[in-house]
C-alpha cells in the first residue's frame, strides 16, 4: 500500500511540475503579443529556457546510463547531442533558424527517447504526459518563431 502511495505521490508531482514547465513556453508566447519592448525581453529569456530545458530532457539518459546496464554508450551520446546542438545554435545561427530547430529539438528528442524508454519501467503517466509538452513546446516556439518574422 505504502508503494502505490509513492507511485501516486510521484505521479501527481511530475504531471504537476511537467504542465508547469510550459508555463515559460507560453508566457514568453504571450509576452511577444504584448508589445515590442517585452516581445524582446520573452525571446531572449524563451530562447535561454528552451536550451535549459532540451538540456535537461538530454540529461535524462546520462542519468540512466549510469544506473542502467543496456545501451549506455547510446545513452551518454543522446544525452549531450540536445545540448550541444542547443549551443552550437545560440553561438551561431540567426534567431529564426535557433527558434526553428529548438522546436524541432523538443519533437526529435521525444522521438529518440520513446523506443529507448519503452525498455525500461517508466510509468505510463510519463508516456502519455512527454509528447503532449514536447508538441506543446514545437508549437510556441513556432508560435515565436512567426511573431519574430511578422
Known sequence: MADQTEQKRLETMGTRLGYLGLLPFVGGAIAALLSDELASLGLQAFVLY???????????????????????????????????????????????L???????????????????????????WYFEMRPRLAYVVAGCHLFMLFRLMA
Not at 549510469?66 to 551520446?77: E, F, K
Not at 529518440?112 to 505510463?124: G, M
Open 50 to 96: 528552451s536550451l535549459a530545458i532540451l538540456s535537461f530532457m538530454g540529461g535524462i539518459h546520462w542519468g540512466l546510463a549510469l544506473i542502467v546496464g543496456t545501451r549506455q554508450s547510446a545513452r551518454i551520446l543522446i544525452s549531450v547531442v540536445p545540448v550541444l546542438v542547443g549551443w552550437v545554435c545560440l553561438l551561431t545561427l540567426p534567431l529564426h
Open 98 to 124: 535557433t527558434l526553428a530547430i529548438l522546436g524541432g529539438a523538443f519533437i526529435a528528442q521525444w522521438f529518440a527517447d520513446r523506443p529507448i524508454l519503452a525498455e525500461l519501467p517508466i510509468p505510463a
